[in-house]
């Protein structure tokens, strides 16, 4: 009984320096979500009727306003997005130099972009910003994920991943929420100072002990395991086990080509084909156009009032979604949560088809209950879930390649599925480019269900202790 008793307060201490890593690192995946967050009321300021006053235009002079068309404002929510595959790009190299490093070096980079945008004089001055933003918010998503995968419990990695969300999402709502008041410019400055306060917490975390050990620094690794478990606890046994895999999967890596194949290009595949639905569901959209679609379906409703509600609601669902990945499993939360949103995408073009032409509001409480059932279905299942794979379902060895490669596939499929709205808006109408989008979710539950595996309570491959090298132990 005394035993058990300080195992669970041993698991317990584990748990809050664990979850103490989380928070180091909470104000990469916050600033992130701010930068998401920011295109919707941002492109609604800029789209703004001009000031005029003795029949002359006042965009061009007065300081706070940017005049710009729709196509201006798509490349303006997508370039991010195209930054972003070429941070996924660099983010094999970046991985090498280790993961509290680069969170570190990242953050004034990510801050500079946002000024840039604060002092823009032009449109091609927030291509510019928007590009380079992208690529830092990819590189800190990456890290920030394998971070956590790689400091983590199996049966914490599920919740502790999804803090990742949970940040974003509050950065997101706190962005639909300052928007509504703040112009571009002031809401751009908000931005700018959130990875500034990534530089300070960041500096109070380890770094991963799988990092460590792989790159041959096995004091810190020890030092680190000591800082994640305890002071009191025995580390040996845990950094044996981490020497012993990596050293045999550097063993594979060099001495047979064959490996190569099932565990690098098998977890691209699933992990880039899972992206590819996660960002055309719709979802991408909703957060990117947030207040120029709820202006068009809305009467009555304040379109930045419902852009506050939904990001509130997909905050609440990704404190959720941990949980129900630990309980319920990945694979069947996908399935669940992907027909649920084909069913409300398919609701909500049929509410758009309907009244197309009115905005009376009578109804307004119709399709906005479809949109907050969507977005909560989206925050529990593949949002989380599919980053989530990306740093279960790679080995050690090729985990910076792989997510390197996934998360640039991921952000190329973003850009595409940003950019591409307001053109599938202007040949299907808004309700024709929401029916596609439900008939792709539709598509992702039958390809969860058939291709993808089930990763729940597996221990990432460097902690798993290989009855097969134990025996070609004895045998020798």
Avoid at 284 to 295: G, L, R, T, W
Avoid at 321 to 330: F, I, Q
Avoid at 364 to 378: G, R, T, W
Wanted: proline share 4%.
């Amino acid at each position: 009984m005394t035993s058990n008793l300080l195992l669970v307060q041993e698991e317990q201490r584990n748990a809050y320096a664990q979850i103490l890593a989380v928070l180091g690192v909470a104000f990469g995946p916050f600033s992130v979500g701010l930068s998401k967050g920011y295109t919707s009321p941002a492109l609604a300021s800029m789209q703004a009727a001009p000031l005029t006053t003795n029949n002359t235009t006042t965009a061009s002079t007065t300081p706070g306003l940017l005049q710009i068309s729709d196509q201006e404002g798509s490349w303006i929510a997508s370039l991010s997005l195209l930054g972003a595959l070429f941070g996924g790009l660099l983010s094999s190299q970046v991985l090498k130099g280790g993961r509290k490093t680069w969170l570190l070096m990242l953050s004034l980079p990510f801050s500079g972009a946002w000024c840039l945008t604060v002092f823009a004089t032009s449109v091609r001055m927030i291509y510019f910003s928007a590009f380079l933003a992208g690529i830092c918010s990819a590189l800190i998503n990456i890290i920030s994920q394998i971070y956590i995968s790689e400091i983590s419990r199996p049966e914490l990695r599920g919740r502790l991943s999804a803090c990742l969300k949970i940040f974003s999402h509050v950065g997101m709502m706190v962005s639909f929420l300052l928007g509504a008041w703040l112009d571009w410019r002031q809401l751009a400055l908000v931005c700018a100072s959130a990875p500034l306060m990534l530089l300070v917490t960041i500096q109070y975390t380890p770094e991963t002990p799988s990092y460590l050990v792989y790159s041959g620094q096995l004091d810190r690794a020890a030092k680190s395991l000591i800082w994640l478990k305890g002071e009191d606890t025995d580390v040996s046994f845990e950094l044996e086990t981490l020497e012993t895999n990596i050293r045999l999967m550097k063993e594979q890596g060099t001495g047979c080509k064959s490996v190569i194949l099932p565990q690098l290009v098998k977890p691209v595949i699933l992990t880039s084909v899972l992206m590819f639905f996660n960002r055309f569901s719709g979802a991408m959209a909703f957060n990117f156009y947030a207040v120029n679609i709820f202006s068009q379906v809305f009467g009555d409703f304040n379109p930045h009032l419902v852009a506050v509600v939904t990001a509130s609601v997909q905050l609440v669902a990704s404190t959720a979604s941990g949980v129900l990945a630990d309980k319920m499993g990945r694979k069947p939360l996908l399935i669940s949560s992907g027909f649920i949103m084909a069913a409300t995408l398919t609701g909500f073009g049929l509410y758009i088809y309907l009244n197309r032409g009115t905005t009376t509001g009578a109804m307004d409480i119709l399709p906005l209950l479809l949109i907050l059932v969507f977005e909560c279905s989206c925050s529990v299942g593949i949002q989380p879930i599919s980053w989530l794979m990306v740093g279960e379902l790679f080995p050690l060895e090729y985990r910076a390649a792989g997510s390197s490669l996934t998360t640039s596939i991921s952000y190329a499929f973003a850009f595409f599925g940003v950019k591409t709205f307001v053109d599938l808006k202007e040949s299907l109408d808004l309700f024709g480019t929401f029916w596609t989008y439900a008939g792709i979710c539709a598509l992702g539950c039958v390809y969860s269900g058939i291709f993808l595996p089930e990763t729940r309570e597996k221990p990432l491959h460097e902690m798993e202790v290989r009855m097969e090298c134990l025996g070609s132990k004895e045998s020798a």
